[in-house]
């Protein structure tokens, strides 16, 4: 049987051997507003959307510390794919939160890409054997190309009160708006899906109050194999992996590029010979090492917690959102210095550090992981006050 160590190792290996290839596509991807078949094939193939299945079901089912390795490894070619990449396995993650029966049928294919989110922008209707679900979801990273897609949605109860769940329903079910036009993240294809009185049987939605403290009923094997991280936990500290490979990545861009490039209107006929250029790419290079410190520690913490079959207390989920935003923009911040430090020319498409910069900047604007937003609920845990969200 293949140890869980020689299996993170055997996918580390091949996705390192295609990073560049993921970078080379990184403009195409761009112009096409979704990244090309042939970055999905080569993870595909190795082994990467097989990483959070289940061992029951076949899979890899790495650890989150080797799921996180994975994931930043990706991001180190091309943060687009990094970032559906991430999509696709945490969701895959999520999917284990779901009754026995719904995993059986989600992981008969054992390398399986699931789309979505928890934004609650449908509704769920009651109906003979489980519910109709409508509704519009945007910024679906991934959904091209996914297998499944979770969708949260409102259920109104009969006395006026609304409950929040969650539907996981095949993405043939949706239709996909071509919407997606930005800036930046342009090739994650985070277009917007939409279903119309799609019938979703009872065993495929839960409750979302059910997901995040890992109480959904129907399951055998839960608190029981060491992966049952907490959802949101989980979620962050698979978004900074991603963050913290773009960063490197950029870091591994601007070394391989700045050796020998005059600086224009100077009497420097090396950067690298220039004391401010030595100052940047070293607070770059420390603040990447600074956000993998901070990895380390929640990564720790999560996995202790979950081989003892324990969920993480109020405190640790508020303090992994909390450094978990703050590693995102140690990351972000150490790109941007990279980029600055990289002079005019860098603005060309086929520059990729000004893709990376770009990633990193829109990506760091998703709710989530707004760094105000995570520093607050950290804050008023570490005071002693109600952490002010239920997104733990």
């Known amino acids: 049987m293949t140890t869980t160590a020689t299996a993170v190792d055997t996918v580390l290996r091949q996705v390192e051997k295609i990073v ?35 061992r029951r079901f076949g899979g890899l089912d790495l650890s989150l510390a080797d799921q996180a390795r994975v994931l930043t490894e990706i991001a180190r070619g091309c943060g687009s794919t990094g ?23 989600v992981f008969a294919q054992e390398s399986v890409r ?25 910024f679906n990273t991934g959904c091209r190309a996914a297998h499944w897609n979770i969708a949260a949605a409102l259920l109104e109860k009969p006395d006026g009160t609304v409950e929040d769940l969650v539907a996981l329903v095949p993405m043939d079910r949706f239709t996909i708006a071509d919407d997606w036009n930005t800036s930046s993240a342009a090739a994650t294809g985070s277009s917007t899906t939409t279903a119309e009185d799609v019938f979703v049987p009872a065993h495929r939605v839960i409750g979302f109050e059910d997901a995040v403290l890992n109480a959904t009923p129907g399951r055998a094997h839960a608190g029981k194999t060491g992966r049952d991280y907490g959802l949101f936990s989980f979620v962050m500290a698979e978004c900074a992996a991603t963050f913290i490979g773009i960063a490197r990545g950029a870091l ?4 391989d590029r700045v050796p020998g490039r005059p600086i224009t209107y100077t009497s420097w006929t090396d950067q690298v010979q220039h004391p401010l250029t030595q100052i940047q790419v070293a607070a770059a290079a420390n603040r990447i090492a600074a956000a993998e410190g901070l990895a380390e520690g ?31 923009q140690l990351a972000k911040e150490a790109v941007e210095t990279l980029y600055n430090a990289s002079g005019a020319s860098a603005i060309q498409r086929g520059v990729p550090i000004q893709r990376f910069h770009r990633d990193s900047q829109g990506l760091a604007l998703h709710a989530l992981l707004l760094l105000s937003t995570n520093l607050e609920t950290h804050g008023r845990v570490l005071l002693g006050l109600d952490p002010g969200t239920p997104l733990l």
């Open 83 to 105: 970032w559906v990449s991430m999509v696709w396995v945490s969701n895959a993650w999520v999917a284990t939160l779901y009754p026995d029966q719904a995993q059986e049928e």
């Open 252 to 255: 591994e861009l601007f070394l």
């Open 20 to 54: 560049p290839t993921l970078r080379d596509n990184g403009e195409a991807s761009e112009t096409r507003r979704w990244i090309l078949d042939e970055n999905i094939d080569l993870l595909d193939k190795a082994g990467v959307f097989r990483i959070a299945t289940p």
């Open 114 to 138: 699931i789309s979505g989110g928890f934004t609650p922008s449908g509704t769920l209707t009651p109906t003979e054997g489980g519910y109709l679900l409508n509704g519009s979801w945007r």
């Open 298 to 328: 929640w990564l720790r913490r999560l996995q202790a917690r979950a081989d003892a079959g324990e969920q993480p207390t109020v405190e640790e989920k508020a303090a992994v959102r909390g450094q978990a935003a703050y590693a995102i």
